[in-house]
């Protein structure tokens, strides 16, 4: 330093980790724009396929077509979160860069395994109903996971609650009759957006200045 004072080691370090950690920060998707997209996703398509279901003399939609706006919001979703996270990671290079593209490989190789599974299920008899139940518990059970495990990687406490959602929903599942069940995917949906709207109040808190006095 020009004034002579000699450089704290300790001090130099925690500077060079904070740099590292908003360097990370920045380059991250913005976790409340997947959480509001996923979540919207998550009520839109469960509410859609319920719909479908009941009432059960008469159901509100056919079927079919409450499959096809799921399957809507399910694609949407995805595209946008693609999209979104693409554009926040150009530019970037090194580990985080391989940690990402290993996620971005284990989610759709992860949602294969459970397409495929459903058509042998299907081709096995099961039931639409039983088909629907598994498809939301097997993907609260895959996201959930995959999120908590993210988090161990990227140390994001966002993740984990994200996680803690999803498998909580994903058990509720279980414990409710078809197509009741499809109402523990819209709570997992609106615990995302209340993930948002945490994120979103932090984020702001941390920008209004201080005052000690």
């Not at 966002?158 to 509720?172: K, Y």
């Not at 997992?188 to 200045?209: E, H, N, S, T, V």
């Amino acid at each position: 330093m020009s004034d002579g004072t000699p450089l704290d080691p300790a001090a130099r370090l925690r500077e060079i980790d904070d740099l590292q950690h908003e360097v990370q920060r920045r380059a991250a998707p913005r976790s409340e724009f997947l959480f509001v997209t996923w979540g919207l996703a998550w009520i839109v398509g469960c509410l859609a396929i319920y719909l479908g279901f009941a009432p059960e003399s008469r159901p509100t939609f056919p079927l079919p077509t409450a499959l096809i706006v799921a399957g809507l919001a399910l694609v949407a979703a995805m595209a946008a979160s693609g999209l979104h996270a693409a554009r926040s990671a150009a530019g970037t290079r090194g580990p985080s860069q391989r940690v990402g593209a290993i996620v971005g490989f284990l989610y759709p190789t992860s949602f294969l395994t459970v397409g495929f599974l459903g058509a042998r299920l299907q081709a096995a008899g099961a039931s639409t109903a039983a088909l629907v139940s598994y498809g939301l518990t097997a993907t609260c059970l895959v996201v959930g996971m995959l999120s908590a495990a993210s988090a161990l990687v990227f140390n994001e406490l966002t993740n984990v609650l994200l996680g803690g959602v999803l498998l909580l929903a994903g058990l509720v599942s279980t414990l409710l009759p078809a197509p009741l069940n499809l109402f523990a995917g819209v709570g997992a949906g609106l615990g995302m957006l209340a993930l948002a709207i945490a994120q979103r109040r932090l984020a702001f808190a941390q920008l209004i200045p201080r005052n000690d006095d």
